[in-house]
């Protein structure tokens, strides 16, 4: 089962894991997009799912077990971006990332999670993070606050689904740049959740959009380093050679008691 696999790492991953020969359903609350990548993925089943309503990802954990058979790999990959100054950002851009980046791993959780206890089969759950869910950055405050909660939440799934002896691993990406389309998330956001666009706001998702697609990794490297965790078991995925240095320059700053430096996402 993979979430956000209309485009970028979700699409990535989705063919992958069919090409390693895994059954897969891809869901995406993106209509077409979802449906272009189901006729250019050979194998891939779709469904329009979005993952902030918990209702929708109980009915999502009915198809995709009813349809697959049963749930060994579960991929909580999709993702949203809102970002600028802090105290100009409105509470829908805190709701609207809140609910995707982290609602939308934990109603999975709880939609999945059970049911793959009780099947007592070894078992994967991916969850895309990304590097601003170990390093803070100026204007992304609402993504970098989910992304913090939602490494939070996976670390906290991997230590219960260890405590009761589950047979069931757990991995959380963290990517630097990688070429997707996170910049241009506000085609997706919900009206109900809209917000007017600002300098700040604006500013932010250029620069974005100019480093991952400038700069970034290939979508395709990334589903590459996730299907090799899942078969190791390791817990952090990183994408960049850089991430060893930063995380431990970050946490020698913690611990002198300093503002850590921002990350180079490189």
């Not at 979700?10 to 020969?21: D, K, P, Q, S, Y």
């Not at 198809?63 to 950002?89: P, S």
């Not at 670390?155 to 630097?176: F, N, T």
């Not at 930063?246 to 611990?255: N, S």
Request: glycine share 10%; hydrophobic share 50%; aromatic share 6%.
């Amino acid at each position: 089962m993979v979430t956000g696999a209309a485009s970028g790492i979700g699409r990535a991953l989705a063919g992958r894991l069919i090409e390693e020969g895994v059954a897969v359903l891809g869901a995406d609350v993106e209509a077409a997009a979802l449906a272009d990548a189901a006729a250019e993925v050979p194998g891939l089943r779709t469904t329009v799912v979005d993952v902030s309503d918990d209702a929708a990802v109980e009915r999502l954990a009915d198809e995709a077990f009813a349809t697959l058979g049963g749930v060994d790999i579960l991929c909580n990959n999709a993702g949203v971006f809102a970002g600028g100054l802090m105290w100009e950002r409105p509470a829908s851009d805190f709701a609207w990332t809140l609910g995707v980046n982290l609602w939308g791993i934990l109603h999975a959780v709880r939609a999945f999670v059970p049911r793959m206890i009780e099947a007592g089969t070894p078992g994967h759950i991916v969850n895309t993070v990304s590097m601003a869910g170990l390093c803070a950055n100026a204007f992304s405050g609402p993504y970098t606050v989910s992304k913090f909660a939602a490494l939070a939440a996976t670390e906290c799934l991997a230590h219960d689904l260890a405590a009761i002896g589950a047979p069931i691993g757990v991995s959380a990406v963290v990517p630097g740049a990688v070429r997707t389309n996170i910049g241009a998330s506000g085609r997706n956001r919900p009206p109900a959740l809209a917000a007017e666009r600002s300098d700040d706001a604006a500013f932010v998702e250029q620069a974005l959009g100019d480093l991952t697609w400038g700069y970034g990794s290939p979508p395709e490297e990334v589903a590459t380093l996730v299907v090799d965790a899942i078969r190791t078991g390791r817990f952090l995925v990183p994408t960049r050679p850089s991430y060893a240095e930063q995380l431990r320059d970050r946490y020698d700053a913690l611990v002198d008691t300093r503002l850590p430096g921002m990350p180079t996402f490189d």
